[in-house]
């Protein structure tokens, strides 16, 4: 896997599990109420904070594992699995989703950045993210060395800061950025997308 194919495929994989709901998305609404449209952006950074310290720890700690033949094919079977079906359901659910965009309560006292810790740890579906797909994408980025596992992290964070810096910024405003139509639309794309690559990453890229 070609460094730009590395960039381009963590954003979209990335950018697929951003659009399912979840603690990070309520977050960022209820904070973007409140403070504006520069709570996404801020909630990201920590949350990306978050992803840099679990993926420093996983390289530090088990990259001798991680070269090893039997590994890689257990972790690329795995991660290929979970994408599968992440992509499975995102076209079976895509037809009934909504994309409300509405204030929830305030979160006095707490800074965006801090929230944006607290909700991706809050949210078991992160782990299980890192543990299948992110694990097997280290995998393969580190066959690049340190620049692969840097352009694979820019790839995941920038997806996660454009569209919480959407949704943000639509709350902020009071309106919708993007409808329910819109919003089904990239739902099938990214479930295609995830099916696709699902299948490929279980050949051992």
Do not use: Q
């Amino acid at each position: 896997m070609g460094l730009l194919l590395i960039g381009f495929s963590s954003f979209i994989i990335a950018l697929s599990g951003a659009l399912v709901p979840g603690p990070l998305f309520s977050i960022t609404v209820a904070e973007s109420a409140k403070r504006g449209a520069s709570a996404g952006p801020l909630i990201i950074i920590g949350h990306g904070l978050l992803e840099i310290s679990l993926i420093t720890l996983i390289i530090l700690g088990i990259t001798p594992f991680l070269s090893s033949l039997s590994a890689k094919t257990i972790i690329c079977a795995v991660g290929g699995l979970v994408l599968i079906y992440m992509g499975y359901r995102l076209i079976k659910d895509a037809g009934a989703a909504r994309l409300f965009l509405t204030g929830g309560e305030e979160k006095k006292g707490l800074h965006p950045v801090f929230t944006g810790i607290v909700g991706s740890v809050s949210n078991p579906y992160w782990s299980i993210w890192w543990v299948t797909i992110g694990l097997g994408y280290l995998v393969s980025s580190l066959k690049f060395g340190f620049l692969g596992v840097i352009v694979f992290f820019i790839g995941h964070i920038m997806a996660d800061i454009a569209w919480y810096s959407l949704i943000s910024f639509a709350v902020a405003r009071g309106k919708e950025m993007m409808g329910d139509r819109g919003y089904r639309s990239l739902l099938y794309a990214c479930g295609v997308f995830l099916v696709f690559f699902g299948i490929w990453f279980m050949k051992g890229i």
